[in-house]
């Protein structure tokens, strides 16, 4: 199993930069391939981004693509997410999830671990 803990989220004016984390435990971090999805009041939790095991493959959602960039460091058991170019519609609830697997998904049901999010609020 893996434990997840996402960080860095806040209250930001539109056009600002941010960037989440999530510190994952457990020692097979580098076996689970990984997503950023989020969660607007009374929205369904949607797909924001997702990464593979490797780093080597990236899908993000079309509202965020050339805005936000997910990465990961394997050695450090953690993920990012870089916004930048925040709007007001980006505000949401950010959770990060882990999910084994050979494949990158962006369906949220694919996702077995979880971690309890980080509000990020965009004002306008």
């Known amino acids: 199993q893996v434990q997840l803990d996402e960080s860095g989220g806040g209250l930001v004016q539109a056009g600002d930069s941010l960037r989440l984390s999530c510190a994952a435990s457990?020692?097979?971090?580098?076996?689970?391939?990984l997503a950023w999805f989020r969660q607007a009041p009374g929205k369904e939790r949607e797909f924001v981004a997702a990464?593979?095991?490797?780093?080597?493959?990236?899908m993000y959602a079309d509202s965020v693509k050339g805005r936000f960039t997910i990465s990961r460091d394997n050695a450090k058991n953690t993920l990012w997410l870089q916004m930048s170019v925040l709007k007001p519609e980006d505000t949401a609830v950010y959770y990060c999830?882990?999910?084994?697997?050979?494949?990158?998904?962006?369906?949220?049901?694919?996702?077995?671990?979880w971690g309890r999010g980080t509000q990020v609020t965009v004002s306008s």
């Open positions: 457990g020692r097979t971090f580098n076996s689970y391939n």
């Open positions: 990464i593979s095991w490797t780093g080597d493959r990236t």
């Open positions: 999830a882990a999910r084994t697997g050979a494949t990158i998904s962006g369906w949220k049901f694919d996702y077995a671990f």
